[in-house]
């Protein structure tokens, strides 16, 4: 085993426990437990599934700053980003964020570790965490910038962290995170929704039997919206699972003809792109507040594209030609974004809690099948999440 000393990691820690304990664990020697390795699938270029590769002597994470946490991952999941992000998607932007430390150490982003959701243990807390202790079961979802989540430790700050839901098991857990704080950005920061607004308004998810859709279908119906949800033949028993008003399936007749037959909406989240939004656009309520947000934007493609001096300069052009277009039609148009909170997953937990939001998994995969997992996700079609058992819950 490479053993590399990793002495920093008691400056900042309140309990510098993490690496015997991770000795122990794997019955390492005591005198050899202050140099540790960590197993975690990584990519060291970007590129097609054979990138991906299992690496046993990843160097375990340390922390940085003293808001951070130490988490040992009982389980993981996938999501789209992690299948773009492997073939580079972002990189550009992604790498300007990225741990000036590891960049400087590696000379570049790579060995990367994918994976943005968590759920897990808290091994080790920085100096000024309050919140959060040693052997709190947590749930985040960490920003792509980050070191990921396919690990078998991952660091991140506490304001993305959150106690995990005492209702769910490690491996439900894993499954909410990122597509249920994408849909809560979309949401509740770009549309303005919230528990108090939601009732009577009329929403519609267009790919809705996705992780996101899913995630955004019981969000609305939690906080008493009306939610009409687009999906295929196949996902319509889901969707009626979750609680959707009306459902209309995308495959037996043109969209445009189907919606034509409904009211109009008040809000409008596209997960699907394309030519979805042109004619999404056409059926909200002119004049009354209405939003169209969609998550598929030429945000981070611009830059890989263009440079992120001419990316951003595109992109905002882009963006301010097509808030201003539609402002004159009284339509309030957004892009949405994932943005990482610990807070907001703490109302998502509470919501869970209740029986109002429930995890929606459609496979469990153990930690050697990532790359079948990132396969399965890149097929497309997906009914929730597939989550990596990062620790096999048996043992
Ligand atoms: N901007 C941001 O920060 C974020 C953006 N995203 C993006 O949002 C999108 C959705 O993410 P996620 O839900 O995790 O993806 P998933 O792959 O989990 O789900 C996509 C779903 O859309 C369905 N679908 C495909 N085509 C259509 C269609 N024409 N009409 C209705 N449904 C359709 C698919 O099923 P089927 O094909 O069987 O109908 C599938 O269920 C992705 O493009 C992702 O990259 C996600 C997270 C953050």
Not at 85 to 111: A, C, Q, V, W
Request: proline content about 5%.
């Amino acid at each position: 085993m490479n053993i590399v000393c990793r002495r920093s990691v008691f400056h900042l820690c309140r309990r510098p426990s993490l690496i015997a304990d991770a000795g122990k664990e794997r019955g390492i020697h005591s005198s050899c437990r202050r140099s540790m390795v960590m197993p975690a699938w990584v990519i060291d270029k970007y590129g097609s599934n054979d990138v991906l590769r299992f690496n046993e002597n990843v160097l375990l994470p340390i922390i940085h700053y003293p808001n951070e946490v130490i988490i040992k991952v009982h389980a993981a999941s996938v999501n789209p980003i992690d299948v773009n992000m492997r073939s580079g998607y972002g990189s550009k932007s992604l790498n300007m964020s990225r741990d000036p430390l590891h960049i400087k150490t590696s000379g570049s982003e790579f060995p990367l570790v994918l994976g943005r959701d968590v759920s897990g243990t808290v091994m080790e807390c920085g100096l000024n965490v309050k919140y959060f202790k040693p052997g709190d079961q947590v749930w985040a979802a960490i920003p792509p910038w980050k070191q990921g989540t396919f690990a078998e430790f991952v660091v991140a700050s506490v304001n993305e962290v959150s106690l995990k839901p005492k209702s769910l098991s490690y491996t439900e857990a894993a499954s909410l995170p990122y597509v249920m704080l994408t849909a809560w950005a979309a949401l509740v920061n770009s549309c303005g929704l919230s528990k108090e607004k939601c009732p009577g308004k009329r929403v519609l998810i267009i790919g809705a039997s996705g992780g996101v859709g899913t995630a955004a279908i019981q969000l609305m119906k939690a906080w008493g919206a009306h939610v009409t949800a687009v999906c295929s033949g196949n996902a319509v028993t889901l969707m009626k699972d979750l609680g959707a008003d009306d459902i209309i399936d995308y495959t037996v007749a043109r969209l445009k003809d189907q919606l034509k037959t409904r009211d109009l909406f008040d809000v409008i989240l596209d997960n699907i792109g394309g030519t979805s939004e042109e004619l999404a656009l056409q059926f909200l309520k002119p004049w009354s507040g209405a939003t169209f947000v969609t998550l598929v934007t030429p945000f981070l493609y611009n830059n890989d594209q263009l440079g992120i001096a001419d990316g951003m300069m595109r992109t905002g052009v882009t963006l301010a030609s097509k808030v201003i277009k539609h402002y004159y039609k009284g339509i309030h148009y957004r892009w949405g974004f994932f943005a990482p909170s610990g807070p907001s997953l703490d109302e998502v937990g509470e919501l869970v809690d209740a029986g109002k939001i429930r995890p929606v998994i459609e496979d469990v995969l153990p930690m050697s099948d990532v790359p079948k997992a990132f396969q399965k996700l890149e097929a497309g079609h997906a009914r929730g999440k597939t989550v990596i058992q990062v620790v096999d819950p048996k043992k």
